[in-house]
Each structure stands twice: as C-alpha cells, then as structure tokens.
C-alpha cells in the first residue's frame, strides 16, 4: 500500500520570502500523480499543483512549483513571494494511474503559517 | 459554478446517536468521493461513486456506516449508532468523468461525538 508522509507539522515563513514544504512517499508502482492541497480555515480544499510521474519536467503554477525527485521520492512544494492568503493546512496525496482506482491517499498535512 | 457543498458544517451529537451528513458535488460530476480526518490523523478515503454506483467502499470503517447516492446526484453518509471515535472532518469530492484526476473538494463536515 502507497503511504505519504509531511515531516514538518508546522512551518513559518515571512510575507514575501520563499518556503518550502516537504513531502515523500512510498510506492511501488512507476505510474501515478501526486498533488498538493492547500485548506485554508473553514474552506474548501483547493488543488494547488499536480505532477503526473511520467514527465520529468517539475510542475509550477504561479508561485507555486515543486521539486519532483522520482529515485528518492519525493515531492515538495515551493511558494515564492508568500502571501497572508497562502496561510493554510496544506496537505499532499497520492493517487495511482492505473485502473479505477480514484483514491487519493494523503499525509498528514503541514500547517502554514505567513507572518506579516 | 457553484462548488462541492456539504451539510451540515459541523454537528455535535451524543454516543448512540444517528448523524446523516451530505454532499452536492458539481453539476455534471459523475465521481463522488468520502474522505474523513480523524484529529492529527491522515485523510483517509472512504468510499467512491460513480454516479449511484459504489465503485469502492474499501475505506468504509464497519457497517455503522451507510453511503448511499440514489439517482446519482447528491449523497448521504449515516452514521448510526455514533460512536466516539468518528469524531472528525468528513470530506465529500467530486470530478467530471472525462477529468477523473482532479477531485474538488467541500469545506467538510466536522462530527464531534460526546
């Protein structure tokens, strides 16, 4: 079974400085996507960015890119020039290719907070 | 484009007690999905519809349990008799059967159970 993990419960980042938010995984499946949420409080989980396995190229979306290691499995998330509005619980997933299995599985997610 | 809604936003009831929590995904989204977070827990998948279909219902805890999405359009999770343990957030998602790899998300229902 695939598993996620976000080693970093909490972050902090000054406005319009850089972080970044970890996130590995565990497969063994060569095919898949992977994504970032973000849930700000009492709101909808928004998808922020998804990578499909097969391309090398690393995903980005405005300010938001990630940093796609396949060999070590790993998927993290970049945010340039924080905003307050990028405060929020961001959470990573895991979804497999293959079939019709939909199921996204998530790690446990990284609270962010941007401090003015 | 109205978004995935859920009702209630958060229900506080009694160990024993029924809950019945729903979800309207997006006009025209075949795929619905129950997700729920037990407190510093993952999110974990509950069950998947494809219209009013069960397409997997692995995630399902126990027959305490019961989603139901009759004509295929919104749907019920029931929680009867509640119990301590489903405290949590529960997720509701949908995505267009031609876009299957984005899931949008509700705001989620938030259970305590006292």
């Known amino acids: 079974a695939q598993t996620v993990t976000q080693s970093q419960p909490e972050m902090s980042v000054q406005e319009a400085e850089t972080v970044t938010l970890s996130c590995t995984y565990d497969t063994s499946e060569s095919d898949y996507y992977l994504f970032w949420y973000k849930q700000p409080p009492s709101r909808q989980m928004i998808l922020v960015i998804r990578q499909e396995a097969y391309k090398q190229q690393n995903a980005t979306e405005n300010r938001f890119s990630v940093n796609f290691q396949k060999a070590a499995k790993s998927f993290s998330l970049k945010i340039s020039d924080s905003q307050l509005g990028d405060a929020a619980m961001y959470f990573c997933a895991y979804r497999s290719s293959g079939g019709s299995n939909y199921k996204l599985t998530f790690g446990k997610g990284t609270l962010l907070t941007v401090n003015p | 484009e109205a978004g995935v809604t859920q009702f209630p936003s958060h229900s506080v009831i009694e160990k024993g007690q029924t809950v019945t929590l729903r979800c309207d995904p997006i006009?025209?989204?075949?795929?619905l999905y129950w997700y729920r977070r037990v407190m510093g827990k993952e999110i974990k998948f509950l069950l998947h519809f494809v219209k009013e279909s069960k397409q997997d219902e692995s995630g399902m805890p126990n027959n305490r349990f019961l989603a139901e999405r009759t004509g295929g359009t919104y749907s019920t999770l029931k929680v009867q008799p509640a119990e301590l343990e489903d405290s949590g957030v529960y997720f509701c998602?949908?995505?267009?059967?031609?876009?299957?790899?984005?899931?949008?998300f509700g705001a989620g229902t938030r259970l305590s159970v006292l």
């Open positions: 006009s025209g989204h075949d795929n």
């Open positions: 998602a949908s995505s267009h059967i031609r876009h299957e790899n984005i899931q949008y």
